[in-house]
T-cell receptor
Framework: RKEVEQDPGPFNVPEGATVAFNCTYS??????FFWYRQDCRKEPKLLMSVYSSGNEDGRFTAQLNRASQYISLLIRDSKLSDSATYLC?????????????FGAGTRLAVHP | NAGVTQTPKFRVLKTGQSMTLLCAQDMNHEYMYWYRQDPGMGLRLIHY???????AKGEVPDGYNVSRLKKQNFLLGLESAAPSQTSVYFC?????????????FGPGTRLLVL
């Protein structure tokens, strides 16, 4: 079983749509949670951190449910420029160091 | 300020050949990392360094060696390349005091081993 699991997609949505991605993680000792964005053939970039209280950054809302070990990302009013792969990332201290565990990503394609 | 750069951008190797991937950062970051990214899998940590002269193994270190002789450079070596090492390699760095989760990634090196 993968430590961080995501639906690979692709999610094909029209401009202006609301789309939600989910992610589950297996290690209950996980301490921190993030969403990264990766454009095609580019490097990953931090999109936002995820907190139990939920957090919002413009059109993006992230939620964490520790009891269910579940993380979500909601994108409202999708733009063409939102087309990318979204990586769910979990941080924990394991093997003697702080490590990041990356999901394989969910691909989003926003069309006109 | 170039950020994190990687050399080369793309390389084709034959099985058994050796090569070195160079990662350079001009942000005076303490921590540096090497990851590989394969289709259908998340990025996996190969080796990392918490400072000049120190390196440590990550999740998938076999077949790779690293060196951090200068703070700004982190080298990843493949002594005898294998087809299983075909991948996209990303370097990342983090400044001291910042959450290690805040990693600045380089643009990647695409490696094909035939």
């Amino acid at each position: 079983r993968k430590e961080v699991e995501q639906d690979p997609g692709p999610f094909n949505v029209p401009e202006g749509a609301t789309v939600a991605f989910n992610c589950t993680y297996s290690n209950s000792a996980s301490q921190s949670f993030f969403w990264y964005r990766q454009d095609c053939r580019k490097e990953p970039k931090l999109l936002m951190s995820v907190y139990s209280s939920g957090n919002e950054d413009g059109r993006f809302t992230a939620q964490l449910n520790r009891a269910s070990q579940y993380i979500s990302l909601l994108i409202r009013d999708s733009k063409l420029s939102d087309s990318a792969t979204y990586l769910c990332v979990v941080g924990l201290f394991s093997g003697g160091y702080n490590k990041l565990i990356f999901g394989a990503g969910t691909r989003l394609a926003v069309h006109p | 300020n170039a950020g994190v750069t990687q050399t080369p951008k793309f390389r084709v190797l034959k099985t058994g050949q050796s090569m070195t991937l160079l990662c350079a950062q001009d942000m005076n970051h303490e921590y540096m990392y090497w990851y590989r990214q394969d289709p259908g899998m998340g990025l996996r940590l190969i080796h990392y360094s918490v400072g000049e002269g120190t390196t440590a193994k990550g999740e998938v270190p076999d077949g790779y060696n690293v060196s951090r002789l200068k703070k700004q450079n982190f080298l990843l070596g493949l002594e005898s390349a294998a087809p299983s090492q075909t991948s996209v390699y990303f370097c990342a760095s983090t400044p001291r005091g910042a959450p290690r989760e805040t990693q600045y990634f380089g643009p990647g090196t695409r490696l094909l081993v035939l």
